[in-house]
T-cell receptor, first 110, second 115 residues
Framework: RKEVEQDPGPFNVPEGATVAFNCTYSNSASQSFFWYRQDCRKEPKLLMSVYSSGNEDGRFTAQLNRASQYISLLIRDSKLSDSATYLC???????????FGKGTKLSVKP | EPEVTQTPSHQVTQMGQEVILRCVPISNHLYFYWYRQILGQKVEFLVSFYNNEISEKSEIFDDQFSVERPDGSNFTLKIRSTKLEDSAMYFCASADDRAGNQPQHFGDGTRLSIL
């Protein structure tokens, strides 16, 4: 069974903190990786794709370690608006369907 | 920015009734997907659709489920005889590529409540 595992949290951090989320995936043949964010009872929204060399988008940095089948997301200078559930997502199959982790809940406090 | 739109936002139905959930994918996208999320659980893949046929489906997508693209713009999910355990958020997604780092764009979902 193909799985994506995440620490469910919650992570409760003060504004301005740096927080890191980790994720592992079971299928070594997986090719594409993403972080989505999901607000309560809303749809998943793409935060960023994760590239083999690692990539950064403003305060967000994603890393991929294919040998360990491990993906990470680092958020610097946390904002109140960063409060959400962060979903680790892996693309599977020949038709590109997505396998989601259960998500890690982040709560940023003033 | 183009969006995936879904209707209705909330559907309440008696057990055993048929429901049709509707989606309008982004217009130049070719790959279409349905996912569901039971309250408090993870998002789960149901089915993918390309070139007017199902390309892949999960074990959740049994004979009670069907999909259709009736008119070149709408993409529908039908549940023939609903069960209590079908209560969930149903998300439609579309993409212009099934591979690489092209993301899937999600609609804001239909909350299905089976009574």
């Amino acid at each position: 069974r193909k799985e994506v595992e995440q620490d469910p949290g919650p992570f409760n951090v003060p504004e301005g903190a740096t927080v890191a989320f980790n994720c592992t995936y079971s299928n070594s043949a997986s090719q594409s990786f993403f972080w989505y964010r999901q607000d309560c009872r809303k749809e998943p929204k793409l935060l960023m794709s994760v590239y083999s060399s690692g990539n950064e988008d403003g305060r967000f940095t994603a890393q991929l370690n294919r040998a360990s089948q491990y993906i990470s997301l680092l958020i610097r200078d946390s904002k109140l608006s960063d409060s959400a559930t962060y979903l680790c997502v892996v693309r599977e199959g020949s038709q590109g369907n997505l396998i989601f982790g259960k998500g890690t809940k982040l709560s940023v406090k003033p | 920015e183009p969006e995936v739109t879904q209707t209705p936002s909330h559907q309440v139905t008696q057990m055993g009734q048929e429901v049709i959930l509707r989606c309008v994918p982004i217009s130049n996208h070719l790959y279409f997907y349905w996912y569901r999320q039971i309250l408090g659980q993870k998002v789960e893949f149901l089915v993918s659709f390309y070139n007017n046929e199902i390309s892949e489906k999960s074990e959740i997508f049994d004979d009670q489920f069907s999909v259709e693209r009736p008119d070149g713009s709408n993409f529908t999910l039908k549940i023939r005889s609903t069960k209590l355990e079908d209560s969930a958020m149903y998300f439609c997604a579309s993409a212009d590529d099934r591979a690489g780092n092209q993301p899937q764009h999600f609609g804001d979902g239909t909350r299905l409540s089976i009574l």
